[in-house]
Antibody, heavy 119, light 109 residues
Framework: QVQLQQSGPGLVKPSQTLSLTCAIS??????????WNWIRQSPSRGLEWLGR?????????DYAVSVKTRITINPDTSKNQVSLHLNSVTPEDTAVYYC?????????WGQGTLVTVSS | QSVLTQPPSVSAAPGQTVTISCSGS????????VSWYQQLPGTAPKLLIY???ERPSGIPDRFSGSKSDTSATLGITGLQTGDEADYYC??????????FGGGTKLTVL
């Protein structure tokens, strides 16, 4: 059974970097059959896909245009986890952040992390 | 504003049937498979339907999906109070991004 366990701070100051980690069990971040995503949800923006990383003989990543200049999604093969880094955050980045597996469809989700951007 | 359009809310009585629509365009639903998600309050979304009409293991056959041209539909029969949730459609878009609907709140009266 695949499980995704998220961790990271719930409060980030404006202009700083939001960093979250998703620890994977029951699958491998390096699997040639899996894709690892970050998705966020807020009342104003609904569900918003942020980006993904996946391994197909080499590492690939894709990002949503809305955050492309500010986001990095990194795999960590030694810890079997994937991280999200979103820099220069503003209050508009306040949301519940989820990691998820899928291309889509997204069949497994982390528990979600509420991140508030506030000074 | 979401790329895919869903009705904000639907309602029906227990035991009845409800459908939730999801409208898109040729760049998303028209050329890619649709998946549906159920989100109970305070929890992460849960996959209900994938590849337009397939159910993951453990999802009862009361839930069904269909797709026609640039629209998709989620159907729920034999409504139960436990089905009260928000429902979202999602798919890949040719802009190289995943897109979702704005969500539909189902109320079981």
């Amino acid at each position: 059974q695949v499980q995704l366990q998220q961790s990271g701070p719930g409060l980030v100051k404006p202009s700083q970097t939001l960093s979250l980690t998703c620890a994977i069990s029951g699958d491998s971040v390096s699997s040639k059959f899996a894709t690892w995503n970050w998705i966020r949800q807020s009342p104003s923006r609904g569900l918003e896909w942020l980006g993904r990383t996946y391994y197909r003989s080499k590492w690939y990543d894709d990002y949503a245009v809305s955050v492309k200049t500010r986001i990095t999604i990194n795999p960590d093969t030694s810890k079997n986890q994937v991280s999200l880094h979103l820099n220069s955050v503003t209050p508009e980045d306040t949301a519940v952040y989820y990691c998820s597996r899928g291309d889509p469809p997204f069949d497994y989700w982390g528990q979600g992390t509420l991140v508030t951007v506030s000074s | 504003q979401s790329v895919l359009t869903q009705p904000p809310s639907v309602s029906a009585a227990p035991g009845q049937t409800v459908t939730i629509s999801c409208s898109g365009s040729s760049s998303n639903i028209g050329s890619n498979s649709v998946s549906w998600y159920q989100q109970l309050p305070g929890t992460a979304p849960k996959l209900l339907i994938y590849e337009n009409n397939e159910r993951p293991s453990g999802i009862p056959d009361r839930f069904s999906g269909s797709k026609s041209d640039t629209s998709a539909t989620l159907g729920i029969t034999g409504l139960q109070t436990g089905d009260e949730a928000d429902y979202y459609c999602g798919t890949w878009d040719s802009s190289l991004s995943v897109v979702f609907g704005g969500g539909t709140k189902l109320t079981v009266l």
